[in-house]
């Protein structure tokens, strides 16, 4: 791991806080063996993860013991005690969640006042989200509506049908053209997985949301002031390599001035 890219994800953290690191596996960023005061979640235990990793390639070693498995009912139920943490780390996870305002709830109810959730987020032009569109605060209202634990069928032909790759790369560091891009799924194929996923009661795992840095920040934005969570922007850091960094503050009364304007950031979503 770069010491810049842990600097961006770390830059609000104290070390001697109490933290939560949501979905680490192999990588994690505030281990324990080296010092860091942290519980880990996930949505397997330790053995199980080193069995799924096993073929990777990846140093299976590195995954540490998980204290809480997550399952449908979210981060906050499997966890069950609020105001636990001083932070909270979350790296390539908001994307794959079902309901992203729950998401966000329950890691402000799991943090102490002013506690902060560092994200780091993928940018959807430079990953296999290239070719799809951009998600809304509309669209995530929806599933926090419906109390989504499932991605829906349509999610899951889109994850299928618009997955992209440049050559044979699924992330990339260049803003590739579209013409350097190609599905990885004919549409008969997504077809076929969206109907297998309807007949079963399997979670699928996908990403289910695509931001890029002004995206992602219109839709904090709109769900602060239409009163769904409780944070304001505490640091961000614009797109490194395929990823960007976000870290928000809880806070009562979140201060708005750290967004920009929204027409603005709207313009960049186009």
């Known amino acids: 791991m770069s010491k810049s890219r842990n600097n961006h994800i770390l830059q609000m953290i104290d070390k001697i806080g109490f933290g939560l690191e949501i979905g680490p596996s192999y990588n994690p960023v505030t281990s324990k063996k080296s010092g860091w005061n942290v519980e880990v979640a996930d949505h397997l235990d330790a053995i199980a993860l080193r069995e ?26 499997a966890i069950g005690k609020e105001s636990r943490f001083d932070f909270i780390i979350a790296s390539h996870v908001i994307e794959h969640v079902p309901d992203v305002v729950k998401f966000l709830v329950d890691c402000e109810k799991l943090l102490k006042s002013g506690g902060v959730l560092s994200l780091v987020v993928p940018d959807k032009r430079f990953c296999f989200d290239a070719l799809k569109p951009f998600t809304t605060t509309g669209q995530i209202l929806q599933a926090y509506f419906e109390k989504r634990e499932k991605h829906s ?51 699928m795992d996908v990403h289910a949301w695509q931001f890029t840095p002004p995206s992602f920040e219109i839709i904090i934005s709109d769900l602060i002031q239409l009163g769904y969570i409780g944070f304001e922007i505490a640091a961000s850091f614009d797109t490194v390599g395929y990823e960007f960094f976000v870290s928000l503050r809880k806070s009562e009364k979140p201060n708005m001035k750290g967004f920009g304007n929204r027409a603005n950031l709207a313009k960049h979503c186009v």
Do not use: C, P
Request: charged content about 20%; cysteine-free.
């Open 52 to 77: 799924k990793y096993s073929n990777w390639g990846v140093d299976v070693s590195a995954i540490e013991d998980v204290d809480y498995v997550v399952g449908s009912k979210g981060l906050l139920a």
């Open 153 to 203: 069928a349509g999610t899951i032909f889109d994850a299928h049908a618009l997955h992209a790759k440049k050559g044979e790369a699924i992330v990339w560091s260049d803003n590739a053209r579209v013409s350097d891009l190609t599905f990885v799924h004919t549409i008969q194929e997504a077809k076929s997985i969206m109907e297998n996923y309807m007949l079963g009661n399997e979670y």
